[in-house]
């Protein structure tokens, strides 16, 4: 779990530097900064999409998921946890769901959490999570500069879902192939479009009622790949 103490506590310190920032710039550098990290968000998934193999495990992926995810209306879940952690500590920030979200789905979705976790689970250096904690440091200052405290916060799940997987990786090593992995990634992309669209306020997508397509994947590419 070294690898992912070490990624929140990245996260941690790049989200206060991030605050302090926030406090010293301008609204119109702020927002600047927003739209830089949803174009950046948009190129992460659209590269991390084209890691699929298969367009049609995708598109039943997402499609499926999409109707498991409304049916049980993960984002109305997420949201009243988000507004009870701000209610504990007393924020006024107005972006703090959207910025605790957003910072979920940026740090959670790539291919590097689940290989990373793989590699210290079975035993070896935490390499890739102390690449990726540099990446999700950086990320934090940006985000929490544009969104606030919220951001903070996504340390939560990051360390339910990728220490989990730390935790899991001998007996998942074997189930998550190379294929697999990729087909994930791919589809985490597509929900990284998703969220980079939803930055940009071209239009307002519930995304995280699309995370159950992360799981239908996983069972479609086991199944037909």
């Not at 193999?53 to 499609?63: A, E, G, H, T, Y």
């Not at 190379?178 to 994930?184: F, G, K, R, W």
Request: charged share 10%; with cysteine.
């Amino acid at each position: 779990m070294q690898g992912t103490l070490i990624n929140a506590g990245a996260v941690i310190i790049g989200s206060i530097i991030g605050l302090v920032i926030h406090s010293k710039l301008p609204k119109n550098i702020t927002t600047r900064v927003f739209q830089g990290i949803g174009l950046f968000t948009l190129f992460l998934g659209i590269h991390m999409a084209t890691k699929t193999s298969n367009f049609l495990i995708m598109i039943f992926s997402i499609v499926i998921g999409s109707i498991i995810g409304e049916l049980i209306d993960i984002d109305k879940l997420v949201n009243r946890f988000s507004e009870w952690l701000k209610e504990k500590v007393k924020s006024k920030n107005e972006n703090f769901s959207n910025g605790f979200i957003t910072a979920f789905l940026l740090f959670c979705m790539g291919s590097m959490t689940i290989l990373g976790a793989f590699e210290e689970g079975l035993g070896g250096a935490p390499n890739l999570l102390l690449a990726k904690s540099v990446l999700d440091g950086f990320s934090s200052i940006a985000l929490s500069a544009s969104l606030g405290i919220g951001v903070i916060f996504s340390v939560i799940p990051l360390l339910i879902y990728q220490g989990g997987l730390t935790l899991f990786a001998a007996s998942l090593q074997n189930f998550f192939t190379e294929i697999i992995i990729n087909e994930l990634t791919a589809v985490g992309g597509l929900l990284l479009i998703g969220l980079g669209i939803n930055i940009l306020e071209i239009k307002k997508l519930k995304i995280l009622n699309m995370i159950p397509s992360l799981i239908i994947v996983v069972i479609l590419a086991y199944l037909f790949l």
